[in-house]
């Protein structure tokens, strides 16, 4: 099992926060079961050869773009794996697609369906260079392309300070600030937010609370659940037990204890 790492380009950082690849032997009868939870952040997912299968997800196709979940879903791996994977940040995917987002909430859908302008050729070049950094040099050779005929996007700033501003109040901060910040009415803003980030503030501030206590988990030691609830922003027990239930299917002790969780977002 082999994961590898890139970030990208001083023009492409604005908008992409990484690129990973993964590939995994397994011996022949052997398989393993991967939870993947929400983390806030968009993706763009190449599969070469085999696909994993999961439950309550359909990846019919070997390019699928992950917006936003905010359920949880397992991928079942028997066979060899080979991934590649462009990590978008929250905002960052819109200036590549100029679609509403949350019509894509909690699926798996193949890019061709929400974008002509990549091909089958993007997909076969990305095959055919078996080195993780020639794959980088692909992708990024495309969405430059993309790029540079999307660059008049409206509102593409302005979530942007939202987001940031999600990420230094670790999601503890209420929709109301956001949207004055926004000098948005909260109803305009609601619609916005859904329509450029894929998903309602509502959910998303708890998306991001919750990673945030999977970030605090990571990187302290000694803390309790009590503790660890209240520094991540929770009023009490039963609403940080009933996040962790909603995003992961798992109680906290559950999922600290099952999963080797980080937190994509905060990391």
């Not at 994993?52 to 070997?62: I, T, Y």
């Given at each position: 099992?082999?994961?590898q790492?890139a970030y990208p380009?001083?023009?492409?950082?604005?908008?992409?926060?990484?690129y990973?690849?993964?590939?995994?032997?397994l011996?022949?009868?052997?398989?393993?079961?991967q939870?993947i939870?929400?983390?806030?952040?968009?993706e763009?997912?190449f599969y070469?050869?085999k696909?994993?299968?999961?439950q309550n997800?359909?990846?019919?196709e070997?390019?699928?773009?992950?917006?936003?979940q905010?359920?949880y879903y397992?991928?079942?791996?028997?066979?060899?794996?080979?991934?590649?994977?462009v990590?978008?940040?929250?905002?960052g995917i819109?200036?590549f697609?100029?679609i509403?987002l949350h019509?894509?909430?909690?699926?798996?859908?193949p890019?061709a369906?929400?974008?002509?302008r990549?091909s089958?050729l993007?997909?076969?070049?990305?095959?055919?260079?078996?080195?993780f950094?020639?794959r980088?040099?692909?992708?990024?050779?495309?969405?430059?392309r993309l790029l540079?005929?999307?660059?008049?996007?409206?509102?593409?700033?302005?979530?942007?300070c939202?987001?940031?501003?999600i990420?230094?109040?670790n999601?503890?901060?209420?929709?109301?600030t956001?949207?004055?910040?926004?000098c948005?009415?909260?109803?305009q803003?609601?619609?916005?937010?859904?329509e450029?980030?894929?998903?309602?503030p509502k959910q998303y501030?708890?998306i991001?609370?919750f990673?945030y206590a999977?970030?605090?988990k990571?990187?302290?030691?000694?803390?309790n659940?009590?503790e660890l609830?209240y520094?991540s922003g929770?009023?009490d027990?039963?609403h940080?037990?009933?996040?962790?239930k909603?995003?992961?299917?798992?109680?906290?002790?559950q999922?600290?204890e099952?999963?080797?969780?980080?937190s994509?977002?905060?990391?």
């Amino acid at each position: 099992m082999s994961f590898q790492f890139a970030y990208p380009s001083s023009k492409l950082k604005p908008y992409i926060k990484q690129y990973w690849g993964f590939e995994n032997v397994l011996e022949k009868g052997l398989q393993y079961s991967q939870r993947i939870i929400p983390s806030g952040l968009p993706e763009l997912i190449f599969y070469f050869d085999k696909r994993p299968d999961a439950q309550n997800r359909n990846l019919e196709e070997n390019v699928l773009l992950n917006v936003q979940q905010n359920d949880y879903y397992d991928l079942i791996i028997s066979e060899n794996l080979s991934i590649f994977s462009v990590t978008f940040h929250p905002y960052g995917i819109r200036k590549f697609l100029n679609i509403p987002l949350h019509e894509l909430q909690n699926k798996s859908v193949p890019l061709a369906y929400v974008d002509k302008r990549w091909s089958n050729l993007v997909e076969q070049k990305l095959e055919g260079s078996k080195y993780f950094q020639g794959r980088v040099e692909i992708i990024e050779a495309h969405l430059l392309r993309l790029l540079y005929s999307n660059l008049n996007q409206r509102d593409f700033l302005r979530m942007r300070c939202i987001i940031d501003l999600i990420r230094k109040t670790n999601g503890s901060i209420d929709i109301d600030t956001l949207a004055d910040d926004a000098c948005l009415s909260r109803k305009q803003f609601e619609r916005k937010f859904s329509e450029f980030i894929g998903i309602s503030p509502k959910q998303y501030l708890k998306i991001i609370r919750f990673q945030y206590a999977i970030h605090i988990k990571n990187k302290t030691t000694g803390k309790n659940l009590t503790e660890l609830a209240y520094d991540s922003g929770y009023y009490d027990q039963s609403h940080f037990i009933g996040d962790f239930k909603m995003f992961s299917g798992l109680t906290p002790k559950q999922l600290f204890e099952q999963c080797n969780s980080v937190s994509d977002f905060f990391e």
